[in-house]
């Protein structure tokens, strides 16, 4: 009896335990990925109350936050002491996990700060979480002590000309560290390009540093903790400089053009705190020592890169190295940019390629081919007499004969050249300048050649790959594959349209939908949060905003396509990342644009000003860049006042997110007087469809809301009968139209001929790409036949919103409208002929979606959902009844709700977690 009442007490004991821990348990919670900003330890922000991030796991379903506490200290050692001098949160009653903004201490430059994070949820309580870290840039102009030094000429080897010839400038200098050093930090900005050392170590792993702004307008600085490189006693530190967007590709050329900021400069501030608790600061001036005749002889982004090995300069980043002939530097005008911290991805080597063949074209020329069109440089290994010199030359694709096809990249020469030291085996790549390129010509290399002396470094922004994608379509297959590779190759520091030829520009038009679908590939939210900034920096005082930003070329050509891009990236940058910040940052100069495009261009409700029409729609003849049939374009006064119409949708919801009512009511208003004006003048009612009829005349109202609902039915079939008589059941839009495509035709009934369209292998198709032979996706349809003067075989425009449907109604990953940043996953796929299978997965802010189905007699569907997350499932079936989850009635699942039948789709809420779906179909 006794031990009866002992055992009974203990029991209620471990009961009461368990109570006070939360069930911890039953669930397991565990937190990872802390991030700052969403970055993972940003070192030098510039955000005085910056955003932090955690994602939650646990065994079980349904778990979701109900409360969080976070500690940031001034240092490790009081983290791991729980205290946090600089924020205590205590327990708040929330269930957001991300963009959760700090409301502690005032934070000053140079501060250092660790952070942890602890969560109680439905199902158990977290343990503190491992430790993550920010520190804080400069974060007043007076807290920059360094001077902007470099050299304002050119030197007699060089060329300021049109095919500009500037060789890289080094400096250096040697500095003493007498006591034992605590916390050693540098910041620097080194415009265009730099490669930073100390000691002779290479500081940081990025390549291709500093990333590309409108210097005029910010200049970006870096920061790196260093404390582990400065020694007691003492040092170097050396800084190359490039020349990047800085020391412009083609100086004295066009000026009306061309923008162009000068010669290369740098700011450095190098930070040693002692453990006594002075500093001692080193900064950039007239005390360092500099020389342009070293071994980078020019760099020029369009051109390449030449590097004289004989022009080493041995030891010059280490102490001891004799710099008396080295010139002083100047100090320099200072850029008339504002300082400002990166906050983004840095450029790294992301990955290396093998060549995959490699043959003897002429006597002492080879063309190398890497089996893949890529964006990056050729690292070679090399071994000859002193002086030998090995050129490399670029290009996408090859002429009849093995040649290389060089007319589509104008004038730009990339060529790069190495001249050898001699002596032992030689290993080098370029540094200041990038490629986009599959094959390589090869002369003047001494020796036998051989495979294994070359390898592709394939350069990009160091964006994680977030998604991934597969379903039992080749074609289909095989077109992400070559989406990866285009997107990938085009993100430097800024999205580009091309890596190749004369241009690589950062064309608003080619990402207006684009980044939406790339989010689904890459965690792509940093990059584009810089690029509404490189805009918004590009707004003349007017309200007008370029097609290009930053504008390196001065295209100030007033339309609603291209700059609407502005708003279309705040909205994708909302809905995937549930990021609020750009809508708030930028709204003004959003509402500024649309007030200056209405008062100097609308007319009768109608905007009148239009550019670029529905750019690239396949053309009549295979020659033709394009189409001069008037039956193929659109009207550019109906894109114009579409778009219109649907950037005041997208600000009025902007507008009420941010308690601006009655710019709500003015976008409103404004929206009916447009739809009944471009009614009145687009639509036809005898033909019931708009204008001359193309699809992308008919889809813009239909998919923007200014179609009346009656008339909707009819539109519609003009769009489906133009596509499968006239058109061929092929796509037949340009880069405008095809941004609604797939989404058009898919949510208006018809995803059997949206699949038709995306499965097609003839021309014209992103099939027809892949079946000739592209690794990426080309500027234009006709690629393969059309004049070189435009004509890139890595583009990403036409991509339209493919990438979208690909994820959001083959793999059914979509996010919710009310709940974004996939707080709320919305899954419902498409089922149609041809598709059996779709495999896919997503890293949302929240954690990983996974979506796997196959439809053989059954359908069947392996669904995750991450933590503190939900999902809106639409099931295909018949009934409710034909459904079951992990071998039972899905009725009797945990952490799953029927809502309702959809037509043929049976709809549930579902907690996190994993679920195993079958359905009779």
């Not at 503190?128 to 840039?137: L, T, Y």
């Not at 004369?502 to 990402?511: S, T, Y």
């Amino acid at each position: 009896m006794r031990i009866f009442k002992y055992i009974k007490h203990f029991s209620g004991v471990l009961v009461s335990i368990m109570m006070l821990t939360g069930y911890a348990f039953a669930a397991d919670i565990q937190l990872q990925n802390l991030r700052c900003e969403m970055l993972f330890n940003p070192q030098g922000i510039d955000v005085t109350a910056p955003r932090l991030s955690w994602q939650l796991t646990g065994s079980g379903r349904n778990i979701q936050q109900t409360a969080y506490e976070i500690l940031v200290a001034s240092s490790a050692a009081k983290l791991a002491a729980n205290q946090g001098d600089l924020w205590t949160s205590g327990k708040v009653s929330s269930n957001e996990s991300i963009m959760v903004a700090y409301k502690g201490k005032a934070l000053k430059s140079g501060t250092a700060c660790y952070w942890k994070v602890k969560v109680y949820t439905n199902n158990g309580v977290s343990s503190w979480s491992a430790p993550a870290k920010w520190s804080v840039g400069l974060l007043n102009a007076a807290d920059w002590k360094a001077k902007w030094i470099g050299y304002e000429k050119g030197f007699p080897w060089d060329s300021i000309a049109k095919f500009s010839r500037l060789s890289a400038r080094y400096f250096r200098k040697e500095f003493t560290s007498a006591a034992k050093v605590k916390r050693a930090t540098a910041y620097i900005s080194g415009l265009g390009h730099y490669e930073l050392y100390l000691n002779g170590k290479y500081i940081g792993n990025e390549v291709l540093t500093q990333m590309p702004t409108d210097y005029n307008k910010s200049v970006q600085y870096s920061t790196y903790d260093v404390t582990a490189d400065v020694k007691q006693g003492k040092n170097a530190i050396a800084n190359v400089l490039g020349n990047g967007r800085y020391f412009t590709m083609r100086p004295i050329y066009k000026p009306k053009k061309v923008k162009e900021f000068g010669f290369p400069k740098m700011l450095l501030q190098l930070d040693v705190e002692y453990e006594d608790g002075h500093h001692q600061l080193v900064i950039s001036d007239q005390t360092w020592r500099m020389t342009a005749d070293g071994p980078i002889r020019t760099n020029n982004e369009y051109d390449g890169e030449e590097y004289d090995a004989t022009k080493e300069l041995p030891g010059w980043n280490k102490i001891g190295f004799n710099d008396t002939k080295w010139l002083k530097p100047q100090l320099t005008p200072v850029p008339t940019g504002k300082l400002v911290a990166q906050m983004s991805e840095p450029i790294k080597v992301m990955q290396t390629l093998k060549p995959q063949k490699l043959a003897e074209l002429k006597p002492g020329t080879w063309i190398m081919d890497m089996g893949q069109n890529m964006t990056g440089w050729i690292k070679l290994k090399v071994k000859g007499k002193r002086g030998d010199k090995v050129t490399l030359r670029f290009a996408e694709t090859l002429e009849k004969d093995g040649s290389l096809y060089t007319a589509n990249l104008r004038d730009a020469k990339v060529t790069d050249t190495y001249a050898l030291k001699g002596g032992a085996e030689e290993t080098w790549h370029p540094v200041f300048v990038f490629h986009g390129f599959r094959y390589v010509e090869i002369t003047g290399y001494p020796g036998k050649l051989k495979e294994s002396d070359f390898v592709g470094e394939v350069v990009y922004d160091a964006l994680a790959t977030i998604g991934e994608f597969e379903t039992s379509n080749a074609t289909i297959n095989q077109v992400y594959k070559n989406t990866w590779w285009g997107v990938a190759g085009n993100y430097k520091g800024m999205p580009i349209d091309c890596p190749q030829r004369n241009e690589r520009m950062p064309w608003l038009g080619d990402r207006a939908t684009g980044s939406l679908g790339e989010s689904f590939i890459f965690d792509n939210q940093k990059l584009y949060a810089k690029w509404l900034n490189d805009i918004e920096e590009a707004q003349t005082p007017e309200g007008a905003i370029p097609d290009v930003a930053p504008a390196y070329w001065n295209y100030y050509s007033d339309n609603m396509t291209w700059p609407g891009t502005y708003i279309l990236i705040a909205d994708m940058l909302y809905k995937q990342y549930g990021d609020v910040r750009p809508i708030e940052k930028h709204y003004p100069s959003m509402k500024k644009w649309l007030t200056y495009m209405q008062t100097k261009y609308m007319k009768d409700y109608i905007l009148t000003k239009d550019k670029y029409g529905d750019w690239c729609v396949p053309p009549e003849s295979p020659e033709l860049i394009h189409a001069k049939d008037s039956s193929r374009t659109t009207n550019g006064q109906l894109i114009a006042t579409a778009y219109y119409h649907r950037m005041l949708f997208l600000m009025k919801r902007f507008a009420k997110m941010l308690g601006k009512e009655d710019d709500a009511k003015a976008y409103s208003a404004l929206s009916l007087k447009i739809a009944d004006a471009f009614n009145t003048k687009f639509y036809n009612t005898q033909t019931q469809q708009y204008d001359n009829g193309t699809v992308t005349a008919n889809l813009l109202p239909l998919y923007f809301d200014i179609t009346p609902v009656n008339n909707r039915k009819a539109v519609f079939n003009n769009i489906v009968k133009r596509i499968t008589t006239i058109d061929n059941n092929h796509i037949a839009t340009g880069v405008i139209g095809t941004q609604w495509l797939m989404r058009g035709l898919t949510e208006y009934g018809r995803p059997d001929l949206a699949y038709r369209i995306a499965t097609n292998k003839d021309y014209p198709s992103w099939g027809y790409m892949a079946e000739r032979g592209a690794t990426t996706i080309w500027e234009l349809w006709n690629g393969d036949t059309a004049n070189p003067s435009m004509n890139s075989g890595n583009h990403v425009m036409l991509l339209g919103d493919l990438i979208v449907w690909y994820y959001q109604n083959l793999a059914a990953i979509k996010a919710g409208i009310n709940q974004p940043g996939f707080k709320q996953v919305i899954m419902k796929p498409i089922m149609t002929n041809g598709l059996d299978f779709v495999k896919a997965s997503y890293k949302t802010p929240y954690g990983i979606v996974k979506s796997e189905w196959k439809k053989d007699k059954d359908f069947t569907w392996n669904i995750t959902i991450p933590a503190n997350a939900t999902a809106l499932i639409s099931i295909p079936a018949k009934s409710v009844d034909g459904i079951t989850e992990g071998g039972k009635k899905a009725a009797e699942a945990e952490g799953l709700k029927f809502v309702k039948m959809d037509g043929d789709y049976a709809v549930y809420e579902a907690g996190s977690g994993e679920y195993k779906f079958k359905s009779v179909f």
